[in-house]
């Protein structure tokens, strides 16, 4: 079976510092890698995602994600936190390329600080 | 193009009433899907259409959950009757064959009270 653990329900770092939201992940098969982030009242939106390509993910607004098969993480990250940061941030895995079924973590709320 | 749609954003029923949540998927997207996030867990997969066919449904909580995708266009999740712990965010999302980027729509907030 497929799982997500996040670490860290709540992180808080000051603006311009680094930003680092920790997953790791349980698969047996090789997995395709997610983080989405849910800005106040709003949907889902993809940040970044891993699929057997590149290890190193670039995504969106500044964000990119390392995949470590190794230490089976998915870590990511942003050099300076910026204020329009602050959201709540989901890592999750899949498994399949037919089902494409979402298997998430709790969830990460990120605050920045001024 | 337009995004996935939910209606509504909000509804707030009682217990043992019947609500009817849609989703309305990016034109074209054959696979639609629909998670729920119960306040404090983590989002979890409730079913996967594509087109009009059930794939996966092993997500479904119980028989009063009950999923339809008319023509492969838009879905509907009827939950009846509801329960207290039916309460949390419910979410649609839709993508095309082959594309592990879904487009999640914003949620329909549902509280049973």
């Known amino acids: 079976a497929q799982s997500v653990t996040q670490l860290g329900s709540h992180v808080s770092v000051s603006e311009g510092a680094l930003v680092l939201l920790r997953c790791n992940y349980s698969s047996s098969v090789p997995p395709y890698l997610f983080w989405y982030v849910q800005y106040p009242n709003q949907g889902l939106q993809l940040l970044l995602k891993y699929t057997s390509a590149a290890t190193l993910v670039k995504g969106i607004n500044g964000f990119e994600a390392e995949f470590k098969k190794s230490e089976t993480s998915f870590h990511l990250t942003k050099p300076s936190a910026h204020m329009s940061d602050a959201a709540e941030y989901f890592c999750a895995v899949s498994r399949s390329s037919n089902t494409g079924k979402l298997i998430f973590g709790q969830g990460t709320t990120l605050q920045v600080k001024p | 193009e337009a995004g996935v749609t939910q209606f509504p954003s909000h509804s707030v029923i009682e217990k043992g009433q019947t609500v009817t949540l849609r989703c309305d998927p990016i034109s074209g997207h054959d696979n639609l899907y629909w998670y729920r996030r119960v306040m404090g867990k983590e989002i979890k997969f409730l079913l996967h259409f594509v087109k009009e066919s059930k794939q996966d449904e092993s997500g479904m909580p119980n028989n009063r959950f009950l999923a339809e995708r008319t023509g492969g266009t838009y879905s509907t999740l009827k939950v009846q009757p509801a329960e207290l712990e039916d309460s949390g965010v419910y979410f649609c999302?839709?993508?095309?064959?082959?594309?592990?980027?879904?487009?999640f729509g914003s949620g329909t907030r549902l509280t049973v009270v």
């Open positions: 999302a839709s993508s095309s064959r082959g594309n592990y980027g879904y487009t």
